[in-house]
């Protein structure tokens, strides 16, 4: 109980000062909240700086919509604060999550800046402001509790561009649709039929990987796995970024993106490889939207392609003498794919799911140590017990690796996340997630969030590991 207090404790009390401060210092017009909004011209999902969606479930079309704007400002601040009370943990390697790391935080701080260019013409730039760590220095857990830790930790924070891009909507005439404001979207309206390009650097979960009810850390669950398919090892450096090119054509029920990213030159790395017709990522996708019982639903289908230098579990069982990465030659491809739900099945509750896997030949490049992963979880509006700003929500999901990859880490081998120095009982990692948000203010929340896993890395000798998180998120 003690050790459980002397996390609990400071967490209450930073987080009471955060919104008290928060409430104090800012003020804004209405008109700028970004509850609900969109920011990629053709979907209905709104993407915070890291590419993770902004949106709650969606609500019925404002009546006043927001008007066209030529330029806005938009920002948010997110504190996240993590403890664990201690857990069955009998020995550990380097990237080993240890019982005694019982606590850490991170906020981030974002602006955005969006201007109009020329007819369907838009720029951005998002400067981000970064500070903390995840648990065990974002280790031992594939599916990672806390999708605002980079894998980079600061203990000073930093300041660096994620996004900075420019966006190109060519309409085809025929119906429009109203697309209100947001971080990354000016208010205007636009043909539903349309075609967007954008260039830039971004996230990839800005254009692919949606989801209403499960796609965004500030407001919705924590967890990797649940923010993005498990499984998905999408074009990003250690903050979660790339330069890209992508295309969405965009019709009333459905939709079709593709997108070609570049890649870092190492595994989990900052620098992107300048060779641009050999390291690469491509992705594509199609989206249909339909109604089942007057509700509406989405279903995705999304599929991968990475070419680069990357390790061969094969390759390393054969000669265990040469690490990982001793074997990066030559260019190698991997590939993946992704099943995506989401089904409104009541006016205030929300059904999703995702079903991913990844090649299983290869080192997992940019995300996790995951090649199988399933989600499934529900959404839950206030409405009902007239908090109607207010969302709970609860998940599970499970991640599995290949056999070759399990011998990798039995051997002592180091993935991006995973890596115990032995692997002697494997397991499919599992974990629940429930969380309640409470809208305090106009533009600031705070999240109650609890997580519990079973065999952590994939390893049966230690957990379960009991997660407890508080988030304040303030939107402006």
């Avoid at 949606?210 to 990003?236: E, I, K, M, R, T």
């Amino acid at each position: 109980m003690s050790t459980m207090l002397s996390w609990a404790l400071p967490v209450v009390v930073h987080l009471g000062f955060c919104v008290s401060a928060f409430a104090q210092q800012i003020s804004v017009s209405p008109a700028s909240a970004l509850a609900e909004n969109n920011l990629i011209a053709g979907s209905d999902q709104a993407m915070d700086f890291a590419g993770k969606q902004l949106v709650q479930p969606q609500p019925e079309a404002s009546p006043n919509p927001s008007p066209t704007q030529n330029w806005a400002i938009h920002g948010d601040i997110i504190a996240i604060f993590q403890g664990q009370p201690g857990f069955h943990d009998p020995y550990n390697g380097p990237n080993s999550l240890q019982s005694q790391d019982d606590f850490r935080q991170t906020t981030t701080a974002d602006l955005f800046f969006g201007v109009r260019l020329w007819p369907g013409a838009e720029f951005y730039l998002n400067p981000e402001y970064y500070q903390g760590f995840g648990l065990g220095n974002t280790h031992g857990i594939a599916q990672f509790p806390n999708a605002e830790a980079y894998k980079v930790g600061q203990k000073v924070g930093d300041v660096f561009i994620p996004n900075l891009f420019i966006r190109q909507v060519f309409g085809f005439g025929g119906e429009q649709e109203h697309l209100d404001e947001g971080p990354l979207q000016l208010a205007g309206n636009v043909d539903i039929s349309r075609l967007t390009i954008t260039a830039g650097k971004m996230a990839v979960g800005n254009q692919f990987d949606n989801n209403a009810y499960s796609h965004d850390p500030g407001a919705q669950f924590l967890n990797w796995a649940l923010v993005d398919a498990g499984g998905f090892d999408y074009a990003a450096d250690s903050l979660g970024y790339e330069y890209g090119l992508t295309a969405e054509l965009n019709q009333k029920a459905w939709a079709a993106r593709a997108g070609y990213f570049t890649v870092p030159r190492y595994n989990n790395g900052l620098a992107t490889d300048g060779h641009y017709l050999k390291a690469f990522e491509l992705i594509g996708e199609l989206e249909g939207r339909y109604q089942l019982f007057g509700h509406p639903g989405k279903v995705r289908l999304t599929g991968w392609l990475l070419h680069q230098h990357l390790g061969d579990f094969s390759s390393l069982l054969r000669d265990q003498s040469v690490l990982i990465n001793g074997l990066r030659e030559p260019y190698r491809t991997s590939y993946g794919g992704i099943l995506n739900f989401e089904q409104e099945v009541a006016k205030d509750v929300g059904l999703f799911a995702r079903l991913s896997y990844r090649d299983p030949r290869r080192e997992a490049y940019m995300f996790s140590d995951i090649d199988k992963a399933f989600s499934i979880g529900v959404s839950v509006n206030g409405e009902a017990w007239k908090r109607s700003d207010d969302v709970f929500g609860f998940a599970y999901g499970v991640a599995n690796i290949g056999v070759a990859h399990r011998d990798y880490f039995a051997e002592g081998g180091l993935g991006i996340l995973v890596g115990d120095g032995k692997l002697p009982h494997f397991g499919y990692e599992n974990f629940i997630e429930a969380y309640y948000n409470v809208a305090v203010w106009k533009w600031v929340n705070f999240t109650v969030d609890y997580q519990l896993f079973v065999n952590p890395g994939y390893n049966e000798d230690r957990g379960p590991i009991n997660v407890f998180s508080g988030r304040v998120t303030l939107r402006f």
